[in-house]
């Protein structure tokens, strides 16, 4: 029973700032990508950005040099830094992460999304 719970999103200016958590929790032996998704009404659900265990990263063209993904690994949860905030951000947040129970195979589990409005 693995669970990602995201939070920090909420309502900034342009120009300003947010930083979003999601913690995995439950039975977990192993938790390997984490990434964040974003959705915006009408929109296609993009992938923002990602992280290795390794704490290799990948950020989508629209976000690169704004955003900062970063991960902890004791704590099992994702950061995920934004800056310079635009009104195009605007959407719901979801975390996402490759989890692997004790004695399972590995598992994909979304969180239930955080809402991140930027206003102009």
């Known amino acids: 029973q693995v669970q990602t719970a995201e939070s920090g999103g909420g309502l900034v200016q342009a120009g300003g700032s947010l930083r979003l958590s999601c913690a995995a929790s439950?039975?977990?032996?192993?938790?390997?990508?984490m990434r964040w998704y974003r959705q915006a009404p009408g929109k296609q659900r993009e992938l923002v950005a990602s992280i290795t265990s390794g704490s290799s990263t990948t950020y989508a063209d629209s976000v690169k040099g704004r955003f900062t993904i970063s991960r902890d690994n004791a704590k099992k949860t994702v950061y995920l830094e934004m800056n310079s905030l635009k009104p195009e951000d605007t959407a719901l947040y979801y975390c996402?992460?490759?989890?692997?129970?004790?004695?399972?195979?590995?598992?994909?589990?979304w969180g239930q999304g955080t809402q991140v409005t930027v206003s102009s």
């Open positions: 996402n992460a490759d989890v692997k129970e004790p004695l399972a195979n590995w598992g994909n589990y």
């Open positions: 439950g039975r977990i032996f192993g938790v390997n990508v």
